[in-house]
C-alpha cells in the first residue's frame, strides 16, 4: 500500500458487517468519508464525499445498482471494488462494463478489503490511462481528418499542390499562433460559407 491511504465511501447495507470494516479500516489507517447503506443516489453521493475508492457490498445487487456504478463511472469516474456473492459470469461482466475495478466474489470481510483497494485503484489507474491513450489518439486522428479536409478544400479552389497547401496552413498556424487544426477549422468554415 502506498503511504497515503486512500479516502473510502463504504456502501454495506448489512450494519453489522460496515461497521466491522469500518473499524478495521480506521485501525489501519485509512479514512472513511462515508458510509451509506444504499447505492441509491450514489452519483451525489461521490460527488460530494469525493472518495479516492467506492467499496460496495449489496445483499442482493441489483440492475439499479449497475447503472448507478455506470453513471459515476461517466460523470465522476472513481475506483470501485465490489463484494458481492453473485458469481456468473455474466454478472461479472455487467458490474466491470458498469465501472467495477475490482470484482470479489464473496462477501466483504476486513481481510479482503486491503488486497480489494489495491487492486481496484490499480486497475482503475491502468484503465483510465488507457482511455486517456484512446482518447488522445482520437483527437489526434479526428485533427488529422480537418487538417486533410483543409488541405483539399486549398487545393481545389486554389489549384495547388497538397505540398503548398500543406506549406500555407503551417505557416498560417506559426504567424497566428495557433495549431494547425484551428487554422484549418476557420479555412473549412470559411470556404463553407463562401458563395
Known amino acids: 500500500m502506498s503511504n497515503i491511504s486512500p479516502a473510502i465511501m463504504l456502501v454495506d447495507d448489512n450494519h453489522e458487517r460496515a461497521h466491522s470494516v469500518r473499524e478495521r479500516l480506521q485501525a489501519a489507517g485509512y479514512t472513511i468519508v462515508a458510509q451509506i447503506s444504499s447505492a441509491e443516489g450514489l452519483l451525489f453521493q461521490v460527488e460530494e464525499y469525493r472518495p479516492d475508492i467506492v467499496l460496495i457490498d449489496i445483499e442482493s445487487p441489483d440492475r439499479d445498482i449497475l447503472e448507478s ?110 495549431t494547425m487544426c484551428a487554422v484549418a477549422e476557420q479555412l473549412i468554415y470559411y470556404f463553407q460559407s463562401e458563395h
Do not use: C, W
Open 69 to 178: 456504478l455506470a453513471v459515476v463511472n461517466r460523470e465522476a469516474p472513481t475506483p470501485v471494488a465490489m463484494f458481492s456473492s453473485h458469481n456468473s459470469a455474466d454478472f461479472i461482466s455487467r458490474a466491470v462494463e458498469s465501472g467495477v475495478s475490482a470484482y470479489m466474489a464473496e462477501g466483504m470481510t476486513p481481510e479482503r478489503v486491503a488486497p480489494a483497494i489495491e487492486i481496484a485503484m490499480a486497475q482503475f489507474k491502468s484503465f483510465q490511462q488507457l482511455r486517456q491513450s484512446l482518447e488522445r489518439i482520437q483527437q489526434q486522428l479526428s485533427d488529422r481528418k480537418t487538417i486533410e479536409r483543409a488541405k483539399g478544400l486549398l487545393m481545389a479552389k486554389k489549384n495547388l499542390t497538397e505540398k503548398d497547401a500543406h506549406k500555407i496552413l503551417r505557416n498560417l498556424a506559426m504567424s497566428s499562433n495557433a
